[in-house]
């Protein structure tokens, strides 16, 4: 299986180019971090997404945004100066945007526009976290 899930925030606005057919492709550098023996350490993955996805990345994404991403993993082989090279990409099949926006009712589009995304109800959130069992 080669399914990758990554909660961060853009290192830069989303960069969109097209394919000779026409389809939207675009890329953008996303920032995840943990702890490492009680630091953090960043690391840099190149997210590309195509089609719908890459025009709802384009519309409402920038940098800073904080996005989760569902995906697979892809290397690419290439070279440069007669050496050996490879570059890993994440291919974005699902986006989901994490972070609060100016406007609520663009948020609201955007999640309705992404493949399996739903919008939640947070603001009685304390009263439904007492319900819950765990």
């Not at 519309?59 to 100066?81: D, H, R, W």
Request: charged share 25%.
């Amino acid at each position: 299986m080669n399914k990758v899930i990554l909660i961060g925030r853009l290192g830069g606005n989303p960069e969109t180019r097209f394919t000779q057919s026409n389809t939207p492709v675009c890329n953008w550098s996303l920032a995840t971090s943990k702890k490492v023996k009680g630091e953090d350490k960043t690391e840099w993955h190149n997210i590309v997404a195509f089609s719908k996805t890459a025009e709802i990345a384009q519309q409402y994404l920038t940098k800073g945004s904080l996005v989760c991403v569902e995906g697979s993993i892809t290397t690419s082989q290439y070279e440069k100066n007669g050496e050996k090279r490879y570059s890993t990409q994440i291919i974005c099949d699902r986006l989901e945007m994490l972070g609060s926006m100016n406007n609520n009712d663009n948020k609201d589009r955007a999640l309705e526009q992404i493949p399996g995304s739903q919008k939640v109800d947070i603001s009685n959130w304390d009263q439904v976290s007492d319900d819950l069992p765990f």
